[in-house]
């Protein structure tokens, strides 16, 4: 693998947050980076602000209070997240569902305006939140001024500049790492399903769930990491809605 | 977009297995991100007795440990707040952390410290946590490449937030204790 690391340093951080480690890698720069570092923090925790079901005022938790027939007026991270949630569900059929079984059909997004319609719908958005969070960190680093970095929510990574990420998979079963791939300007996220996993996954009564690891690269992470979730329930590397992404996918 | 597999990538399960580690920050690194207009840092090793670890335990957080790391953040001669480092295990890391926090009891940041995977079950052996006891970043065992990031199964951090709770509850009950000023 070749490696930017032999030539350039890179300086490193990881906080706890949207429920796994997120790592920040940047190139050193002549400046002092940590303004960087502390944006792109602060970018991770507004997401999860807005879409973590454990925070009292995070518009998820507004939305399931809410009866049907209401709604609320979204914050413009929400709204991203939730429209593209809405694409996804109507291109792949129902099968990517935010609401995993409860409700699928239960709530809709027209521009910032969410409306649940179904009492009994609770939205999880842990099947492309991470992907969103980390797209906005990225975001927040270039605005910084840092030119190439890496970040890395527990699985979802994003590599931007000339930084070439070498991604190691962990042995879910009995631990240890081994070579995956090499990332550069682009994300890829891989998830792990099986029983025991801790990614949990709703599909319909016709889908089957695979017990595999399934990694998907596409240049950006939220569609990265929503796209997981269409490859394992269909089972298709080869999926349509890939190619409408320039995504690829692997299983393995 | 690039993405290369590593040769390795498709036949997974065949390849061996490595151990990983990354150092981010000392422990006088993350205190001063903490507390960045602090002048000192003054040790303020923390031990608890048996009817302390019972109050803990009583308010559903088991205190685990009697002695903890605690330096406080001070300005002046005046305390500005205390940082307290620890370690947790993991289904196979073990992760070392620094949590600030503020007069007020409240949580003013977390920082990871060093990320270790282990090859495995070892994790949970003395000996192979041991290797790894007074390692700031400067000593940093180095497994593998410099700047190699982990996929797979999103990592839980439980063990650190369960961690950082039981931070919040120890300082909170050696400060009423006088035993943290």
């Known amino acids: 693998m ?8 890179w300086q490193r951080r990881a906080q706890p947050l949207l429920g796994t480690l997120v790592e920040i890698g940047v190139r050193s720069g002549s400046g002092d980076r940590q303004a960087a570092f502390d944006a792109a923090f602060a970018a991770l925790r507004e997401v999860q602000a807005c879409l973590s079901r454990f925070e009292a005022n995070s518009d998820i938790t507004r939305f399931h209070a809410l009866r049907a027939g209401e709604c ?3 914050r413009p991270i929400t709204a991203q997240v939730l429209v593209a949630a809405q694409s996804l569900r109507e291109a792949s059929h129902g099968a990517f569902d935010i609401s995993l079984g409860t409700a699928p059909g239960g709530w809709r997004c027209n521009g910032d305006q969410l409306l649940k319609l179904d009492d009994m719908v609770l939205l999880d958005l842990g099947g492309i939140g991470k992907g969103c969070a980390v797209d906005r960190a990225v975001k927040a680093l270039i605005e910084h001024g840092v030119d190439a970095g890496w970040v890395n929510a527990g699985g979802d990574l994003r590599a931007f500049g000339d930084a070439e990420v070498p991604v190691q998979l962990r042995d879910e079963a009995r631990g240890g790492v081994r070579p995956f791939a090499t990332l550069r300007d682009g994300a890829l996220a891989t998830s792990h ?7 949990r996954i709703a599909g319909g009564a016709s889908t089957k769930p695979l017990l595999a690891h399934v990694s998907v690269a596409a240049p950006l992470c939220l569609w990265a990491d929503a796209l997981t979730k269409v490859v394992t329930l269909s089972g298709d590397t080869s999926h349509p809605l890939l190619a409408r992404f320039e995504a690829r996918a692997w299983l393995h | 977009m690039r993405v290369l597999l590593a040769a390795s990538a498709l036949a997974a399960a065949a390849a061996p297995t490595s151990a990983f580690a990354v150092d981010y920050l000392s422990a006088e690194q993350a205190a001063r991100l903490m507390f960045p207009e602090a002048d000192a840092f003054e040790a303020r090793p923390l031990t608890l007795d048996a009817a302390q670890l019972q109050q803990l335990d009583a308010q559903g957080v ?6 903890w790391a605690v330096h406080a953040a001070r300005r002046g001669g005046a305390t500005l707040g205390f940082v307290v480092t620890d370690e947790v295990i993991g289904k196979f890391e073990l992760i070392s952390y620094a949590v600030g926090i503020a007069l007020d009891g409240t949580v003013k940041q977390i920082e990871i410290l060093s990320y270790r995977e282990s090859h495995g079950f070892e994790v949970r052996l003395p000996a192979w946590r041991k290797q790894f006891v007074g ?3 400067a000593a940093a065992l180095r497994v593998g490449d ?6 797979g199964a999103t990592l839980s951090c439980t063990h650190v937030t369960d961690g950082v709770r039981r931070i919040v509850a120890v300082v909170a009950l050696a400060r009423r204790a006088g035993l943290l000023t």
Do not use: E, M, P, Y
């Open chain 1, 2 to 9: 070749s490696l930017v690391a032999d030539t350039t340093r």
């Open chain 1, 72 to 74: 609320l007026t979204a």
């Open chain 1, 193 to 199: 399903f099986d029983r025991l996993s801790r990614s």
């Open chain 2, 62 to 67: 088991r205190g685990r440990s009697a002695n």
């Open chain 2, 135 to 137: 390692k700031g970043s």
């Open chain 2, 146 to 151: 410099d700047i190699a990031n982990i996929s």
